[in-house]
């Protein structure tokens, strides 16, 4: 049988897939997506933790609330809702792009040309977009007896009900959002880290800063702890054997008793077994991730690949804006349409929220020298809290480079940041100096004044 032919073929209906596809589509293009389940996702758990955290300062803003209760099946229930809707919404507006959805898994077969099979019928196209990004990892019980019994992200928005008792293990910006969330709804949490702070590869003002508040809102934090061993008790419940060893001191040995929500957040894993990348010389790297050049092509001409599947950049926006960027390139015949991956604004949204855009002190240093680089910060309480027992600092970086002191690098932490960063990104993308942010008149009183009258 002969293979079906379009001009696209996307594997994987996630945001970078979809993005791409429907551009494709836009721009005149036949186009057909691969992908076994639901179109894209979403969460909204974060912002039920920012309730919890502002009930604790209702009176003292006057108000009072004597018996409030969280429901954490109203909100689960809410927003497994919202994500069904937005499902929704992705395929209705696939069909109306009149892009073709093939139900199934896709995997290359040997033809001469790049061909896809799915459950026995192939497909062709001169273009074939890779976009089946990832998926979190878990130790193996070979490595770990008993990880298995433990959970990861995706399982986290399964759960029927508020865990009691909570360990997650990880330090990236998953483990963080995560901990922070069942922390602040009420879970006794605790986080275990193979080092002495969260977020290590960000800057090291932010990596200390988000370590000290998930210890201020009770997260009790393991440091240079890693997890050796995992059994199931008869009632249930999980004994997480784990074992400390920080520098200068023996290692020692605990349990951390009870658990009732393990949660490996320990690194994502790209999704390509499966897709017989060798049979059409598409290299990967050690790791399984697609190896691409800056315009997303692989090793095989007509074949390329967008989001978490590369290995870089793991956030929605990226995909979305590569996946578009390739389409323009390829059907609108913009040759030099393509991502740029430098000063990518990234937010994590732990308590209080992280915003950060381009180098961190320590790149920056090691890119311009440190006699050419300047750094400007500073700590402070935001306006919020001048009438609120409850105390959370904000804590802001500018890093520049060169005589003309432009902005190479933003990080913040504070209540505010994630939206603040937006703006202040874009003016970066622009090549902003020091000067620029000076010359630009405060807005009183707020927090990200703050970042155009440092000294």
Sequence with gaps: ??????????????????????????????????EPSR?????????????????????DYGFETPSVKFNWRTIKEKRDAYVRRLNEIYENNVKKAHIDI???????????????????????????????????????DSEIPGASLGITSDG????????????????????????????????KSSLLIRREKVLRTFDSMISSNCTQELENIGVDVWKHTQVKTVTKSPCGLLDVTVTSSAPGHKPTERVIRDVDCLLWAVGREPNT????????????????????DE???????????????????????????????????????????????????????????????GLTEDEAVAAHGRENVKIYSTSFTPLYYAVTRRK???????????????????????????EMLQGFAVAIKMGATKADLDNTVAIHPTSAEELVTLR
């Design 273 to 292: 077994e499966e897709l017989c990348l060798d049979r059409v010389g598409v290299q990967v790297d050690a790791k399984g991730h697609v190896v691409v």
């Design 156 to 187: 986290f928005f399964d759960l029927e009900d508020l865990p009691r008792r909570s360990v997650i293990v990880g330090a990236g910006y998953i483990a963080v959002e995560i901990v922070g969330i069942l922390s602040t709804l009420g879970s």
């Design 295 to 357: 315009y997303q092509n692989t090793t095989r001409k007509g074949v390329y690949a967008v989001g978490d599947v590369c290995g870089r950049a793991l956030l929605t926006p990226v995909a979305i804006a590569a996946g578009r960027k390739l389409a323009h390139r390829l059907f609108e015949d913009k040759k030099e349409s393509r991502l740029d991956y430098h000063n990518i604004p990234t937010v994590v949204f732990s308590h209080p929220p992280i915003g950060t855009v």
């Design 39 to 59: 179109l894209g996702g979403t969460c909204v758990m974060w912002n039920a933790a920012i309730h919890a955290e502002f009930i604790h300062d209702h009176a």
């Design 392 to 418: 959370v600092k904000c804590v802001m970086k500018l890093v520049c480079a060169g005589k003309e002191e432009k902005v190479v690098g933003l990080h913040m932490q504070g209540l505010g940041c994630d």
């Design 1 to 34: 049988m002969a293979a079906i032919a379009y001009e696209l073929l996307v594997l994987g209906g996630g945001s970078g897939g979809l993005a791409g596809a429907r551009r494709a589509a836009e721009l005149g293009a036949r186009v057909a997506l691969v």
């Design 102 to 140: 093939i139900r199934g898994y896709g995997k290359f077969t040997a033809d001469p040309e790049p061909t896809i099979e799915v459950d026995g019928k192939k497909y062709t196209a001169p273009h074939i977009l890779i976009a089946t990004g990832g998926r979190p990892a878990v130790p193996p």
